[in-house]
């Protein structure tokens, strides 16, 4: 805001009400009897007493009840959830140690059985020439005696 010099007063020219205009005094002097009228009216006027403001807790006590049961619900299946994937974990682990278990038990087998083909293969020797003759009768005996 832009001042000029014959805009700005003198302070110790306001002050004295003396060097102020008639119409101007004038117009002071009735906007403070006025001002003065308005308090004692204010003043001296009855006033009722307010209550505090209340609040409603029944309001409040159902919001944050149903905060907590709405909470409740979520982690409740979250948890159903976490617990779920966990026992599904469990299980699968359990199905590929359980075929781990059937793999190693097939090759073991298989491995006996190659053992034994080995053993019966050394064990197992042919008659030898010598008892040819008896061998050919026990044989012949034994279809006989049927």
Same mark, same amino acid.
């Given at each position: ?27 002071? %002097? ?19 007493? *307010? ?8 309001? $409040?006590?159902?919001?944050?009840? %149903?905060? $907590?049961?709405?909470?409740?619900? $979520?982690?409740? %299946? ?10 599904? *974990? ?54 006989? %005696?049927?």
């Amino acid at each position: 805001m832009n001042r000029k010099d014959e805009d700005v007063k003198l302070t110790g020219q306001a002050d004295n009400p003396e060097t102020l205009e008639p119409e101007l005094r004038e117009a002071l %002097g009735n906007f403070k009897l006025s001002v003065d009228a308005w308090s004692e009216a204010m003043i001296g006027r009855p006033r009722e007493a *307010k209550a505090p403001a209340r609040t409603n807790w029944s309001a $409040v006590t159902k919001w944050a009840l %149903g905060c $907590v049961v709405f909470a409740g619900t $979520v982690s409740g %299946g979250l948890y159903q959830n976490h617990k779920q994937l966990e026992a599904q *974990k469990v299980e699968a682990a359990r199905i590929a140690e359980q075929q781990r278990a059937t793999e190693a038990a097939k090759l073991a087998k298989a491995d006996e059985e190659d053992l034994m083909a080995d053993v019966d293969s050394d064990v197992a020797r042919q008659v030898p020439s010598a008892l040819e003759p008896l061998a050919t009768l026990m044989t012949e005996d034994e279809t006989q %005696g049927n």
